[in-house]
């Protein structure tokens, strides 16, 4: 079936790099991006999103950029924080019957980010 | 910001029995609810879409009979897991989309382990 996957399952950065994480996802229909981050033992925390009809988004110390020819979706986080550590996901959103958006979200797999001081 | 909590956060309970989740929106109505099972270093999987006042929408896959969902209130959906088992054992997340705004807020999640 469709899916949202992600390239890499872990990624280990020094404190004060650049990160990026990226995402690839199948359903060309899908209209809506978001990228969460979950610490563990806690639900997903909104990060940042993106709609279709843009290719980038920016937001503080984040980026999102959407590749819509290739289907790839990355995350940049900028001055990388130990506290930034911890598994982040991206999710798609696809459209319901009718064509009405329910808001159903399709999760990645999952890139445990590790921050070294 | 707008807040999603979920009762229990923990919960142990027996083979065979059945456990009952529930998911608050605190500060905004929810005419939509979404729960969410996560298997330990897993992704969320969408289980089911609880509708206010109609009856849930299951993933494919998801058993309706073992996973019964009631979506009373504007701001209150629950989540039964009937007849549990141990492979039930897992992170049972809920999310709440502000019926207003459209954003979708996610609850902490509870642990269910079936002993």
């Known amino acids: 079936g469709e899916s949202v996957g992600l390239h890499l399952p872990t990624l280990s950065v020094q404190e004060g790099d650049n990160s990026i994480i990226n995402c690839a996802y199948s359903?060309?229909?899908?209209?809506?991006f978001i990228w969460y981050k979950q610490e563990s033992g806690k639900g997903p925390q909104f990060i940042i999103d993106i709609r279709s009809n843009m290719d980038k988004r920016q937001g503080q110390r984040v980026t999102v950029l959407l590749n819509k020819t290739v289907k790839h979706l990355s995350l940049q986080i900028a001055a990388t924080q130990p506290g930034d550590s911890a598994v982040y996901f991206c999710?798609?959103?696809?459209?319901?019957?009718?064509?009405?958006?329910?808001?159903?979200?399709?999760f990645g797999r999952g890139t445990q980010l590790t921050v070294w001081p | 910001g707008a807040v999603v909590s979920q009762h229990p956060s923990r919960v142990i309970c027996k083979s065979g029995t059945s456990v009952k989740i529930e998911c608050r929106s605190l500060?905004?109505?929810?005419?939509?609810m979404f729960w969410y099972r996560q298997f330990p270093k897993q992704s969320l999987m969408l289980m089911a879409t609880s509708n206010e006042g109609s009856k849930a929408t299951y993933e494919q896959g998801v058993e309706k009979d073992k996973f019964l969902i009631n979506h009373a209130s504007l701001t209150l959906s629950t989540l039964t897991v009937t007849s549990a088992h141990p492979e039930d054992s897992s992170f049972y997340i809920c999310?709440?989309?502000?019926?207003?705004?459209?954003?979708?807020?996610f609850g902490p999640g509870t642990r269910l382990t079936v002993t």
């Open positions: 359903n060309s229909a899908s209209d809506y």
């Open positions: 999710a798609e959103n696809k459209e319901g019957e009718g064509g009405s958006t329910l808001g159903r979200l399709y």
């Open positions: 999310s709440a989309r502000d019926r207003i705004l459209g954003e979708q807020y």
């Open positions: 500060d905004f109505q929810a005419t939509t």
